[in-house]
């Protein structure tokens, strides 16, 4: 008989229960399902998931689970892992730069949408189906996302309406779309995006099916939920402003919003110094907190020690370095942690399902591989 993993109730339980020495995310499948139900209820168009951002079986298979039908691939590797979690999802492959063993594996696993953001890879997609969408990748300088993909892909707006014009000429489905950045706080990217994508449009002289809005919306990384609500209606609001009600139909891509907030990752501290002013995690930026890294310090962290109680007395900022041997592996400066936290506690980091495990390296012998599924991810309350 199939094997069916245990539930726990919270990390708090697991973790007194397995005094576990390796890093542990702990999965809640009902948090991630709350996320993908907000997203389908408020976005006004197709919501798709970014594959990159995790593309664990069970993330995948729980979103398809809440009715996500539709995701956003960058590789074969992605489009194996979406069709192993649902064999009939339609693939949108939105890797701008692809090998012709690429595409060839794209075509053969029948996918629905390709972006595109430059007229020699326009030329590589020859073999693609006409019934299939081509849609053009265009990009702003626009701020206001924590980092700008728009400096790596997507087509300036007059090359992107010459690559318009040429994807109708030659029979496939046209479409616009764009990618404003990762954790965009403000809806203003999104807005300035959509009334250039009515202007290509225009000077195109192109109808468009569909305009893919991308991902970036913001995860909680400071205590504070981002108001995704505001966000989605300010995406309406600009899009009838643009195009009026007979618009494109839309699409959203989200990879960290969808899943950052439905893992929590449990480091155990192995040693301090320093009077706990320097404290070393079994996990660090070549694991789990790379993305802590890039991003700075999150603003909930909690310590549990390993009768799973949370440590309660004030706080003081830490130097927290990881496990490896690389004076590199050291979180960003400041990190507040209570004052009777042990050698042997463990650090629960929360909002870490996006760009976490995906990232993780097995550098010096370390790395995230463990995951396990919990009811609650805040035992808090309890304790
Ligand atoms: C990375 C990526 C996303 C997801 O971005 P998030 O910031 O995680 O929401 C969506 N679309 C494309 C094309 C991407 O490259």
Request: net charge negative.
């Amino acid at each position: 008989m199939q094997q069916i993993p245990p539930l726990w109730l919270d990390p708090e339980t697991h973790l007194a229960r397995h005094n576990p020495d390796h890093p542990i995310l702990y999965f809640s499948p009902r948090v991630l399902h709350q996320v993908a139900q907000r997203f389908q209820a408020g976005f006004d168009g197709v919501v798709t998931y970014a594959v990159k951002a995790n593309p664990h079986q069970a993330v995948l298979s729980n979103l398809v689970a809440a009715g996500i039908s539709a995701f956003d691939v960058a590789s074969p590797a992605e489009m194996a892992a979406v069709r192993l979690a649902s064999p009939d999802a339609v693939m949108h492959y939105n890797n701008p730069v692809r090998s012709m063993a690429e595409i060839a594996a794209g075509i053969s696993q029948d996918v629905a949408s390709w972006s595109v953001d430059e007229q020699s890879e326009l030329d590589k997609l020859a073999a693609v189906p006409r019934d299939k969408e081509i849609a053009v990748r265009f990009a702003l300088p626009v701020e206001g996302a924590a980092y700008d993909f728009g400096s790596k892909f997507g087509a300036a707006p007059d090359e992107a309406v010459a690559l318009l014009k040429r994807v109708a000429a030659e029979g496939w489905t046209p479409a616009l779309c764009f990618h404003p950045g990762t954790q965009c706080e403000d809806a203003a990217a999104w807005v300035e995006y959509i009334h250039a994508a009515k202007r290509i449009v225009e000077a195109a002289g192109v109808s468009i099916a569909r305009l893919n809005v991308g991902g970036g919306f913001a995860a909680n990384r400071d205590g504070v939920a981002p108001d995704l609500e505001r966000v989605f209606t300010a995406i309406k609001g600009a899009v009838f402003a643009a195009f009026g009600a007979n618009h494109p139909q839309l699409i959203c891509e989200p990879g960290r919003a969808m899943v950052s907030e439905s893992f929590t990752l449990a480091a155990r501290i192995k040693g301090m110094r320093q009077g706990g002013d320097m404290v070393f995690l079994n996990d660090g930026i070549y694991g789990g907190l790379v993305d802590i890294r890039d991003m700075g310090l999150p603003g909930r962290v909690e310590v549990v020690s390993a009768t799973g109680n949370h440590r309660q007395a004030a706080r003081t900022p830490r130097v927290v370095f990881g496990p490896t041997c690389d004076s590199l592996d050291r979180l960003p400066d400041g990190l507040p942690l209570p004052a009777d936290t042990q050698v042997g506690d463990y650090v629960l980091f929360p909002g870490l399902g996006a760009y976490s495990s995906a990232m993780s390296t097995q550098f010096n012998g370390y790395g995230l591989s463990d995951v396990a599924t919990v009811i609650e991810l805040s035992g808090q309350a309890r304790h």
